[in-house]
């Protein structure tokens, strides 16, 4: 994960990716509060300003997304990227708002790549 998160740092400083920052890797703290980012001496764009999370695996992914749902009762919405469409990924557990979050993302998503 942290090669992976170097390397996908490296190509956004080569310009590979248009449009945002990436950064990585960061710590949870470091990557959604601008506080624990100054505390610990974090200088970067993305400090504190994350708006996408991404995980090694599906297990981490998980354990964030549930606790974010039922800690900090965010708005959410489960889709995989990288396939050659969108995939709707919900839990059994989500609310009726999640899954239709989830399926107007997906449906975004796939607009966009036409």
């Not at 990436?22 to 610990?40: I, M, Q, T």
């Not at 998980?62 to 900090?72: D, S």
């Not at 965010?74 to 709707?88: E, F």
Request: with cysteine; glycine share 8%.
């Amino acid at each position: 994960a942290t090669l992976d998160a170097a390397a996908l740092t490296m190509m956004s400083q080569r310009g590979q990716f248009k449009g945002c920052v990436v950064d990585g890797p960061l710590a949870l703290d470091n990557a959604v509060s601008v506080e624990a980012s100054r505390h610990k001496g974090i200088s970067s764009p993305a400090a504190g300003q994350a708006d996408i999370l991404m995980v090694p695996e599906i297990e981490s992914g998980n354990v964030i997304y549930k606790a974010m749902v039922y800690f900090g009762n965010i708005k959410s919405a489960g889709v995989i990227v990288g396939a050659r469409t969108p995939i709707v990924l919900t839990s059994r557990a989500d609310t009726p708002e999640s899954k239709l979050n989830s399926m107007a993302v997906a449906v975004l998503m796939a607009a966009r790549k036409k």
